[in-house]
Each structure stands twice: as C-alpha cells, then as structure tokens.
C-alpha cells in the first residue's frame, strides 16, 4: 500500500467517529471502549458499511454502489481514494490485515436490496442476513480475536445475523413504506398474512405477534449461543463486543413492552437503558489458550 498522509489518516478517522455517533448510538457506545486503535478500525469499517447500505437504502443509486465497488477493488490493487472514509479504511487494512472477502460480499447484499424480492424462505432470508450483517462480524475478527478459527468464524457470523434480524423486527413499517417485506412468504402464509396486513392496526393481533415473535426467537437464540461463548473474544474486545450485543438483544425487549408497535415510530434503547446495561457488566472469569480453542458449538451457523 502507498505511504499515505498522517494528517489526512487522522482527518478521515475522524470523519468515520462521527459517522457511527450520528447513525448508532448504541454500536458507538459500545466499541468506543476499545483501545483507541481498534475503535478507530471499528468506525471506519462501519462507516464503509454505513456508505455502502446508504446509497441503495437512502437512494437506490446502482451507479454509486459500482463506484463503491470499484473503489475498494482499487484499494485492494494499491490505489486509495482520498475521500471520506478511504484513507482510514485502507490504514485499517495494512494494520490489521482485514480480510477483502466480506466487504465484497457486503457490495453482494446490497445489490439484493436493490433489486428487492420478499425472501421466499428462512433459508432466503438468512442467506441475506449473512451478506449485509454476518460479513461485518468477519470484517471484525481480526479486531477481536487473536486466533481466527472456524469457531470464532461462526460466532462473528451468527451474532451479525442476529443483528440483522433484529433490523428488520425493528424496521417493519420502514421497511414496508419503502416496499420491502422480509419476512419470508412461508412463515407469513402459515400466519393467514400477507404484506398488506403489516399496518399499525394489526400491530397487538395474535396473527402478527405470532409471526414477529418467530423471527425475535430466532435472533434471540443466535444472541444467546453468542452470548454464552465468549471466551474466543481477546481481553480487550471482550467488554465492547458483548454490550453491544446485549445492548442490541435489549431492542428486541423494547418492542415487546411497546405491544409490538413496530409501526409509528422506530424502537431504540434509551440512554439510561443502556447506561444500566453497561453498569451491569461483569468481566469474564481467565480462561487458558486450550479453552478457546476447543470449545464452542461446531454446527452450521
């Protein structure tokens, strides 16, 4: 990689902290404990993803996505671009060597919004999970773990796909007046509902919950599965990578005490909430290198 402008370095991380201030309050809160260092690789990966959802989410422009794309295939060649978040990103990569695989997979997920087809099965919609979420917790790994093995893999893939799930259990009125339903035409068949049905009306009906609360056990299973197999995190990432997953898991709380009004305006955890969250941790007991590397769950994420 070309020797780059400390200045300009420093500038552009910079710009990514605010990024992830404005846009997740709870995912700042949350790494900005890291060492410096690390937080500083954590805003800049958000901020790409930040971009890269943005352009299709905020604008459905293809044309800019492409240019994304061509951009972080000219940094994989060497060449960084000088704007926004690239100099820090391309910092990140040469630091700590982040794997280029899933923040092209990132591109790939985005390109499935775009051209948007209500997933037919929960097969369909994890597959999506995986490519617009589970690849930030692999653009992550290196970041939070010493030792990348299938495990770790596994963990970081099936908390994103946790997150994702709660994205859209939070989003679903969002999602419906920009003409999206995620959830799979299976599971809402099987309710007696189609996507006229996600309305504010049926918010609190026995058909809607139902099918909310399918989807909410599942990414509460994955935050749970995660939550109980931490030892792979190194000691630094352990506390910011678990609060912002308990932090995360807590929306999923929030919309149930709003009787599933996912509806008028969008869930988040207040302040205090995840102040309290945070107040709570509790630091992991020692645990030897052999632990990490033989425990976990080896089935499919």
Request: aromatic letters at 10%; a negative charge.
């Amino acid at each position: 990689m070309p020797q780059m402008n400390e200045s300009a370095i420093n500038k552009s991380y910079a710009w990514c902290r605010r990024v992830i201030m404005k846009h997740s309050k709870s995912f700042y809160a949350a790494f900005s404990l890291l060492p410096e260092d690390k937080a500083n690789a954590v805003y800049a990966i958000y901020a790409f993803c930040r971009s890269v959802d943005d352009v299709i989410d905020e604008h459905n422009d293809l044309q800019r996505l492409d240019l994304l794309e061509q951009k972080l295939k000219d940094l994989k060649g060497g060449v960084v671009a000088t704007d926004g978040f690239w100099p820090a990103l391309a910092h990140s990569f040469d630091l700590w060597e982040l794997p280029y695989g899933p923040f092209f997979e990132m591109v790939e997920g985005q390109r499935l919004d775009a051209g948007f087809s209500q997933p037919s099965t929960v097969e369909e919609l994890e597959r999506y999970c995986y490519l617009v979420a589970g690849t930030v917790g692999l653009m992550l790994l290196p970041l939070i773990c010493d030792r990348i093995t299938d495990e770790a893999k596994q963990r970081a893939v099936s908390l994103g796909i946790a997150m994702q799930l709660t994205n859209i259990l939070r989003d679903v009125g969002e999602d419906k007046e920009k003409g999206r339903t995620y959830f799979p035409e299976q599971m809402m068949a099987q309710n007696s509902l189609g996507p006229d049905d996600l309305c504010i009306e049926n918010a609190q009906s026995e058909t809607f919950i139902s099918l909310w609360e399918e989807l909410g056990q599942m990414a509460e299973a994955r935050f749970d599965e995660f939550l109980d197999n931490t030892q792979w995190l190194t000691a630094d990432a352990h506390r910011p990578v678990v609060l912002a997953a308990r932090i995360y898991r807590e929306i999923l709380g929030v919309i149930r005490e709003r009787n599933y009004d996912v509806f008028s305006s969008k869930p988040y955890v207040p302040a205090l909430r995840k102040q309290q969250i945070i107040s709570q941790y509790r630091s992991p007991q020692p645990h030897s290198r052999e632990d990490t590397v033989v425990s976990g769950n080896k089935g499919k994420p």
